[in-house]
């Protein structure tokens, strides 16, 4: 897939791990098609039952198909960066994005020409649909101006310096498969763990402001506490992340903050479900640092994530 009117500057890959992606597939299959990037599309699919399959063949797609119980964050990631060779970018995007403008790849990429750059990231927008609270996460973790985040940027980005999202990222395919790639059996993050260790080694992450996607959720508040119950486990198998580039304590507190301030001009009768919200985060957090003292049945409704503790 390709527009001909876009210089070819390096080998693109754009990877789309699917599984029953309907409607929200369709919009991002039709934002990729306008893009100003060259790239190959390439679809990796846990065994739908809908028509992403046909979505994907009808979008120019290469389909790898894989049994949903194999479907694994980080390792169906590394699966398709392992059969990539020959490309210098490996794009990531979820079913559920959608490109915001035509440049939106081709800004993501960009960077890439600076040969310090490991990964980029891209600004995530909330859909039309988005709740207040989904709107203000997408506003605090996604700013309108760039930043690059490198080991220099630790004593004032703290574990910001390895933020990052696999809903609209990029990887230079060299410096992944350098630091180990993505990892297997995670409950999630495989992002972070990636760029952790591209940092570690001297590379830099790069946040673009103006590379743009439509992305977000509106969890419930039950949604939201299970997903913080997985971050507190990730958080407690890879604890050396923590270690080496500090505890969320201080940006937890100051996302608290803002969102009250932000709900405080428009939204003040969701101020009290803004506690609510986030003192159960604060405990599921907690208690996923603290899994290896419950017993599987109970961590398995705790966590959004349930089946990795099958």
Known sequence: MAASDMKKECKVACVVPTRN????????FSSLKNQKQYFDLYVVDSESTDDSFEQAYSAGADVTKIPAEEFDHGGTRQLMINKLVGY????FLTQDAELATPYSLAKLVEPFQDQNVGATY????????????AAFLRHFNYPGHSVR?????IPFLGMKTV??????????RRALQEVGGFPEKVILGEDVYAAACLVSAGWEVAYIADAECFHSHNYS????????????????DESWILERFGSVGGEGRRFVIEELRYLSSEHKNLLIASLIRNAGKFLSYQLGKRERFLPCWVKRRLAMHSKYWN
């Open 163 to 172: 933020f990052l999202s696999n809903s609209f990222a990029a990887y230079r």
């Open 88 to 91: 210098d970018v490996c794009v």
């Open 149 to 153: 985040q490198s080991l220099a940027s």
């Open 221 to 236: 508040i039950f949604q939201e506490w299970r997903r913080y119950f997985d971050i507190g486990v990730f958080h407690s």
């Open 21 to 28: 992606g309907g409607n929200d597939l369709r919009a991002l």
């Open 122 to 133: 891209g600004r995530q927008l909330p859909k039309e649909n988005a709740t207040p609270f």
